[in-house]
Antibody, heavy 118, light 107 residues
Framework: EVQLVESGGGLVQPGGSLRLSCEASGFIFTNHWMSWVRQAPGKGPEWVANIREDGSEKKYVESVKGRFTISRDNARTSLYLHMNDLRDEDSALYYC???????????WGQGTLVTVSS | DIQMTQSPSSLSASGGDRVTITCRASENIINFLNWYRQRPGKAPELLIYGASTLQVGVPSRISGSGSGRDFTLTIRSLQREDFATYYCQQSYRTPHTFGRGTKLEIK
């Protein structure tokens, strides 16, 4: 059974930093691109970033470029999102998701909540 | 970025009805179009990828069609679990943008 378990969310002040983690199991981690997708309360999902199977390619939505870094540790079957200079508009539930061939997100974790507020 | 326009934004229907949701991309995305369903308090779940391929476990009364810029999601014989919010997403080019959603409610 595919499982994606996120952690690391919390309350942080504007300008602060957080590192989100996602532990993956139940599939061959190195066979898949992985992504982070976020969803603000009452809003639709927003794709944030993804990373190639070997970590050699990373893509970001414009609003987080230069502030967020996606990474993975294939030995630990884990995905990370390092978030710096956090803003109010980054407040959301952050989902770790598995990409299938063609880019669809076929498995989602339950999410970890990030709240940016003073 | 590729913009995804979904319509309608909300829809009322009864059990057993057939409904159709449309999604239009701001440019040609070939068939890199995915549909998700999200129930309250839950993560989105993939229903259809590649515009028309059903994800494993999704019932055949759900179908997708289209190519290029225009796509549709059709649900026949509505069941209780279908009353939820639906999103389209393009995965042709990053960022993989989502539509704003269609909320399907019980009439």
């Amino acid at each position: 059974e595919v499982q994606l378990v996120e952690s690391g969310g919390g309350l942080v002040q504007p300008g602060g930093s957080l590192r989100l983690s996602c532990e993956a199991s139940g599939f061959i981690f190195t066979n898949h691109w992985m992504s982070w997708v976020r969803q603000a309360p009452g809003k639709g999902p927003e794709w944030v970033a993804n990373i190639r199977e070997d970590g050699s390619e990373k893509k970001y939505v414009e609003s987080v470029k230069g502030r967020f870094t996606i990474s993975r540790d294939n030995a630990r079957t884990s995905l990370y999102l390092h978030m710096n200079d956090l803003r109010d508009e980054d407040s959301a539930l952050y989902y770790c998701v598995r990409d299938r061939r063609g880019g669809a997100n076929d498995y989602w974790g339950q999410g970890t909540l990030v709240t940016v507020s003073s | 970025d590729i913009q995804m326009t979904q319509s309608p934004s909300s829809l009322s229907a009864s059990g057993g009805d057939r409904v159709t949701i449309t999604c239009r991309a701001s440019e040609n995305i070939i068939n890199f179009l995915n549909w998700y369903r999200q129930r309250p308090g839950k993560a989105p779940e993939l229903l259809i990828y590649g515009a028309s391929t059903l994800q494993v476990g999704v019932p055949s009364r759900i179908s997708g069609s289209g190519s290029g810029r225009d796509f549709t999601l059709t649900i026949r014989s509505l069941q209780r679990e279908d009353f939820a919010t639906y999103y389209c997403q393009q995965s042709y080019r990053t960022p993989h943008t989502f539509g704003r959603g269609t909320k399907l409610e019980i009439k």
